[in-house]
Each structure stands twice: as C-alpha cells, then as structure tokens.
C-alpha cells in the first residue's frame, strides 16, 4: 500500500510541477507580448521620425546651394546699380560674375557636355537637323546649338547639336 501512496504523491507533484512550469511560460508569454508591443511602438516611432527628418531635408536641400548663389545675385545688383559706366569695364564685370555663377555650379557637380566633333551620343545629345559637312566625319556632331549639361554624371539637359553628314547623301 505505501506504493500506491508514493504513486498518488507523485502524481499530486507531477500536476503542481506542471503547474508551475504553465504559469512560468504564461509569465514569459507574457514578457515577450509586452516585448513585442514596445518594439513595435518603437518601429512606429522610428518611422514617423525619418518620414519627418526626410521631409526637413527636402525643404532645405538647396539651402547651401541658395547662400552660395547669393554673393553672385549681390554681385549681379551691384552692377546694375552702377548706373552709367565705361562699357568694356561693365562687360568685364559681367564677365566675372558669370565665371562665380560658373564656379559656384562647378562645386555643386554641373558640368557641361562639350560634344563638338565628337560622334552623336543619343544620351547626351539631341540631334535637331543633319548638315552636309566634308570637314567632318559623317555621324559626328558639327554645331551645338545650345549646351547640354550633366549633373554629378547624369544628364540633366542633353546638347541640342547638328549633326554630320556627307556632302550629296539624299539627293537622289
């Protein structure tokens, strides 16, 4: 009889130990719902954040771009506030200028395309008529009407360009 006892105390232990053990991995349920709740208002947080920090950069993205440009627009109303003045002095002061916008453009990553007799590049030129030209090789580009320019590698304008061709093509 004192094995059926032992038996019934085992049984008695099994269930309190396995009650101890579910309460246990309910508490630690619990802990990694709560976990999981706090991380996820943090993602949410950590997202309204950037959306907000990029939203501030694209406001003020050309900020120093804008004060660079702002000793140019100075230099600009300097001149045509000088009134009356030698003409070649007034150009030369044009001149200046211009070379600062340039410089400041320069910085920024503009660069122009200079095509001239260089073969046609559909990327970088646009083609607006073709001439006959036996100074230079067909296909190559033998006027630029207007400058193409590329930003920091890419092509913000392309070259607006006449192109080459042999002298009595399509006359037939």
């Known amino acids: 009889m004192e094995e059926l006892g032992t038996d019934k105390d085992k049984g008695a232990h099994k269930r309190v130990s396995w009650k101890k053990r579910c309460e246990k991995k309910e508490e630690e349920l619990a802990d990694c719902v709560d976990t999981l709740k706090r991380l996820q208002a943090e993602f949410e947080n950590y997202k309204k954040r950037i959306i907000r920090e990029q939203s501030q950069f694209l406001e003020f993205a050309s900020q120093n771009l804008i004060g660079e440009l702002l ?19 007034f150009l030369k ?8 916008f340039k410089k400041v453009l320069e910085k920024e990553g503009l660069q122009a395309i200079d095509p001239l007799g260089k073969h046609f590049d559909p990327h970088e030129h646009e083609a607006m008529m073709q001439v006959e030209s036996d100074e230079h090789e067909e296909g190559t580009v033998a006027e630029v009407l207007q400058k193409g320019y590329l930003l920091k ?8 360009v006449k192109v080459a061709r042999k002298s009595g093509e399509g006359k037939e």
């Open 71 to 89: 000793p140019v627009l100075d230099n600009f109303e300097r001149a045509l506030a000088a009134g009356e003045c030698n003409r070649d002095d």
């Open 153 to 160: 590698g890419r092509v913000i304008r392309p070259a607006i």
């Open 93 to 100: 002061g044009i001149e200046l200028v211009c070379a600062q």
